[in-house]
C-alpha cells in the first residue's frame, strides 16, 4: 500500500503559483496511479488531476487544464502538483490519493483508497 502526505500549500495572491508535493511511502509507489482532488468550504471534494502509474497518462478537471499540471518522480516516490495562474475560487485543502489498485487507471473516486491529511492553499484577490 501506499501512504501519501501532502505539503507545499499556502497563502499567494491571484495570479500566482504554487507547487504541492505528495511524498507516498511505501516500495510499490510505481505500480500506482495518482490522483489530487481539493475541498472548498461548504463544498463537495472534487477530481483535480490525475496520473498514470508510469506518468505516460495525465487527466485533469475542466477547471484547471492549461494552468494546473501532475508529474510524477518515481525514484523519489513522490507526486507534484503545479498551480499557475491561481484564482480565488482555487482555495481549498487540496488532497493526494493513491489508486486502490495497482496499475489501474482509476475512473471515480472511489477507485482511490490511501488519502493523505491535505495541504490548505489559499488565494487571495
Known amino acids: 500500500q501506499v501512504q501519501p502526505v501532502e505539503s507545499g500549500g499556502g497563502l499567494v495572491q491571484a495570479g500566482g503559483s504554487l507547487r504541492l508535493s505528495c511524498a507516498a511511502s511505501?516500495?510499490?509507489?510505481?505500480?500506482?496511479?495518482m490522483g489530487w482532488f481539493r475541498q472548498a468550504p461548504g463544498k463537495e471534494r472534487e477530481f483535480v488531476a490525475a496520473?498514470?502509474?508510469?506518468?505516460?497518462?495525465?487527466a485533469y478537471a475542466d477547471s484547471v487544464k492549461g494552468r494546473f499540471t501532475i508529474s510524477r518522480d518515481n525514484g523519489k516516490n513522490t507526486v507534484y502538483l503545479q498551480l499557475n495562474s491561481l484564482k480565488p475560487e482555487d482555495t481549498a485543502v487540496y488532497y493526494c490519493a493513491a489508486s486502490e489498485v495497482p496499475r489501474y487507471w482509476p475512473g471515480q473516486e472511489a477507485d482511490f483508497g490511501s488519502w493523505g491529511q491535505g495541504t490548505q492553499v489559499t488565494v487571495s484577490s
Open positions: 511505501g516500495r510499490t509507489f510505481s505500480r500506482y496511479a
Open positions: 496520473i498514470s502509474w508510469g506518468g505516460g497518462s495525465t
